[in-house]
C-alpha cells in the first residue's frame, strides 16, 4: 500500500513538475562508504568556487581528486555528477549539465559506463552514451554523460574528419559549441589510464598529446576546456600539467588509503607462502594453493546459504613464465593440469581459460583452455582456474580471484605487488562479518628466497596508490586457524548480542534519515515489523504539522512568506552529517517562481531524504489544490526545514523512535542472518551520539603463531581450537598469570582472547587528549552461575602505560551504561605474583574511577580499594 501511494503521488509530480524533481527520490544503488561521502563532499566544495571563477570570467579550473587503487573512483565520481543534477543544500541543481568522460582505452569507457549504471538510479542507460564513430550533434544534450577515449581522437580519425556527406559536426566543433553554450556547466572528467596498460612510447605521446589538447586548447580545434575534473590514483603528471598553465586553478581532493582499508572494501590480509618445509617443491605448493583455494571455496558456499546470497566462486590465478622458443611456457603446463586433477578430479572445460597472447584455446594435458579477455574474468563466474604469463590487461578488475600461484622468479616483485593489488578488492564491496579467511588474499610463490619474499611483503606493506593502500602481510606458513570448540555453544550464545562500540571515524548521519533506514529493514528487508516504514513516515509528517502550527503561532508573517509570490530572504543553512549549521550574517534572497519552488522543495527533500518531502506533499495535496495555491504545502515545509527548533524537535522525536523500535524487535533481529544484523548496527553506528552495537563472536580466527618460539603457549577452555584442540598464544606475564587464575576456576565454562584491532573485537571508547579511542579489553571470560551464563570483561593493563586512568575512566564509563549486562568489569594490575582488581560493576568503585584525573589518582584508588 505504502509503495502504491508513493507510486501515484510521483505520477501526480512527473505531470506537474519536470523530471529531475521526482528523480532524486532514490538514493544511489550503492550505498557510500564513508571516506566515498567524505569525497563527494570535498569535491562539492571545491567545485563551487571553481565555478564561481569560470562563470564570472576568471581563471580556467581543474579539481583534482586523488583516490588509490581500489576506493571506487567511478562509484564516487557518479555520486558527484547526481548530485550536481538534482541538487542539494550545498549545491543548486543543474538539470542540464553536461559531462564528457575521457578516458585513454575503449574498455575503460565501457567499464566506467557499466559501473555508473550499477551504482545509479538516477543515471540510466539513456543518460550514459559511448561516442561512436557516427556521433554527429552540434552539441551534447543536457543532463547526459558522454564516453569518449583518446583513440577516437587522432587527426585520422572519422570523429575528427572534416565535414562531408555524412556528418555535419565534427567531434571537436561538438566539444566548443558546447563548451561555448554550457561554460561551467560544462565538466570534463578525464580519468586517467588504468595500472597495467600496455601502451608504447608512441602511444603514449600521442594520447598525452589528445589529453593535452582539452586541457591547453587545440588551434583549429578545441579551445581549452573551462572546467575539469582529473580523476587518478596517481595524479602528480597531471598535476604538473595544469602548474604548467598560469590561468588555470588547481583544487585537489585526496582519498586517505587506509580510510579505504578501514571500510571493507579491501581485505584485510595478505598471506604470503614460499618454499619451506611443508612446501619443498613447485608441485606441493601449487597442491597447497589448489587446497586453499578448495577450503576457500567451501567457506564462501557455506556463508553464502547461511546468508540466502548468490553463489560466489573464488577463483584461483596461476602465473606461468615466459616461453622459449617454439614452447608455449617454461613452466610445464602439461603438471600444472595433472597437479590439479590430483586435487578436484578432472577439470571442466567451463572452469579453465587463459590469458596468454595466443587468441586461439589450447590443448593440456588434455584440457582445452579457451581464451578469454581479462575484463571478462569477474563476470564469467564459471572460470575456476585462470592461467597467464605477464600482467593482466587493462580493464582486469577480479575480486573473486582470492588465491594466486606465481611460477615466475624473484625479480618479478613489482609485478606481484601489481597483480595482488587487482585482488585484495572484497566480493561484496564490504568486509564479511565473522569470517577472517573469507578476508584473507593467499599468495604462492616458490620460486622466491627469503630476499625476494622480503622484497615483495615489504612492497605490499608500504602500499603504493596504483597498486593498493599498505596492507597487512604474514608469512602463510606461520598461520593458524582455530575454529569454534565444538562444546561451547552455550558460552557463544552468551556473548552474542554483548554491548559493543566502533570508535572508528564514521559519517553520520541526521535520525530522521537512520529512522527511515531502520524502518524499511525492518518492514521492507527482513520483514520483522511490517507497520515500522508506514508508522515512521506518520511519524514524521505528523511531527512536521505540529512544528507548523507552532511556528504559525510564533511568526505572524509566516503565512505571507507562504503566498507563492514575489521573494523572500532566508539565512543561509546547511545540514551537515545530520548536525544544523547556520551561516550567521549570510543570507539568500530568493524569487518565488515555479523553478525556484521546485528548488527549495528539493531542497528539502535532500535534507530529509528517503523521499518524505514527497510524502509530506501527498499528504496535503488536496488541500493545495482546494485553496487554490498548490505551492503552499512545499514552501510551507521547506521553511520549516529553515527553523532550527523544528528540526531538533524533528530529530529529538526521530532518535526515539529509533531507540524503541531497536528494543521492541532486538529478539527477532537477533535470529537474522549475522550479515542481516550487521545492517542494524550500521544504522546504531552513523548516530550523531555513540550507540551500543551487537557483538557478533567470529567464525574463525587467524593468528601467525611461531611454533618455535618460547613465549607461544597452549592454553585450555579458550573457546576458538585449532584442529588437536589447543589454542596457542603469546600472553605476556600479567595476561598469562589473570588467565590462568580463571582457568583454574570451577564455574568458568570458556574464554575469549579480545584479539585488539580484528574487526570483531568487543571494544569501547575512552577519552585521550580530546579524542575518542577504541580500547580493547584482553579478555572475555563465561562463567556459570544460578541463573545460566555470565560474561566478564578483564583488563589487566600496566600503570606504567600513559593510557592507564584514561582507559580505566572509559571502562568505568562503559560500566555504568551496561552493567546488566556482565557479570564483573574488571581492571587489574599485578603486584608480584598478586592479583589486584577494581571490579567497575560496583557502584562506588566506579565513582571513585570516574573522579580520576591521572595514572597517580588511579594509583590511590588500587590502593585504597585492595588494602
Known sequence: MARAACCAAIQRLSRKFPYQFVRELYPMKLELKDFQDDAVDQLIKKLNPAKREVAEGGDRQAVILAAPTGSGKT????????????????????????????????????????????????????????????????????????????????????????RGDKRAFTIWETISNTAKAKK?????????????????????????????????????????????????ATPQRFQQLIDGQSNRTPRKCEVNPLDVRASGLLKDRIMVFHPSE???????????????????????????????LPPMHPALIIQVQDGSGDGLSRTDLNEVIATIEKEIGPIDPIHIAHCFEHDTPISVNGVLIRKIDASRIQEETNIRFILFKMALTTGWDCPRAEVMMSFRTAQDDTLIAQLIGRMVRTPLARRIEGSEILNTVSLYLPHYDQEGLTRVVNHLKQGDPMELPPT?????????????????D????????????RVERVRKVSNTRRLMALSRLLTTMHEVDMSAWDDSKKLVIDTLDAELARLKGDDPNFDAKVKGSGQITLNAVIVEQGTWKETHGQTLTVALDEKNINDLFNRAGQRLGEGLHLDYWQTHYDQDEAAEMPSRSRLELFLMLQDEKTWKTLEAVCGARCEALLKQNKAAIKKLTTAEQEDYNKVQQIAKEPEALSFLPPTEIMQSIDAKDPAFRNYDQHLFVDAKENFTAALNTWEHLVIAAEIAQEDLVGWLRNIPRKPWALSLPYEQAGEDRPMYPDFLVVRREADGMVVDILEPHSPALSDSYAKAK??????????????????IRLEGNEIKRLDLIDVEIRKKVLAVDSNAGLDLVFGIVNS
Not at 188 to 200: F, M, S
Not at 810 to 827: D, T
Open 278 to 308: 611443508a612446501f619443498p617443491t613447485d608441485t606441493t605448493m601449487l597442491r597447497a594453493a589448489v587446497q586453499q583455494w578448495r577450503n576457500m571455496g567451501v567457506q564462501w558456499q557455506e556463508y553464502t546459504q547461511e546468508q540466502g
Open 490 to 501: 552455550e558460552a557463544f550464545e552468551a556473548l552474542t548480542s554483548l554491548p559493543t562500540y
Open 75 to 162: 562509484v564516487i565520481t557518479a555520486a558527484l555528477i547526481e548530485e550536481i543534477l538534482t541538487g542539494s543544500d550545498r549545491f543548486v541543481a543543474e538539470p542540464d549539465a553536461v559531462f564528457l568522460w575521457l578516458s585513454d582505452q575503449p574498455v575503460l569507457n565501457e567499464q566506467s559506463k557499466k559501473r555508473i549504471a550499477s551504482a545509479s538510479t538516477k543515471l540510466g542507460n539513456s543518460d550514459l552514451i559511448i561516442v561512436d564513430t557516427d556521433f554527429d550533434r552540434q552539441t551534447f544534450i543536457g543532463g547526459k554523460v558522454y564516453f569518449i577515449n583518446t583513440q577516437k581522437l587522432g587527426k585520422d580519425k572519422l570523429l575528427t574528419s572534416g
Open 810 to 827: 572509559g571502562l568505568a564509563q562503559f560500566a555504568a551504561k551496561h552493567k546488566m549486562s556482565f557479570g564483573r568489569i574488571e581492571l
Open 184 to 232: 561551467d556547466r560544462f565538466y570534463l572528467i578525464i580519468d586517467e589510464a588504468h595500472r597495467g596498460t600496455k601502451v608504447n612510447r608512441n602511444d603514449e605521446a600521442t594520447r598525452q598529446t589528445v589529453m593535452q589538447k582539452f586541457v591547453k586548447g587545440s588551434e583549429g580545434e578545441i579551445p581549452a576546456i573551462d572546467l575539469i575534473l582529473g580523476v587518478s
Open 472 to 488: 597487512d602481510v604474514e608469512d602463510g606458513a606461520k598461520m593458524v586457524t582455530f575454529t569454534r570448540a565444538s562444546n561451547m
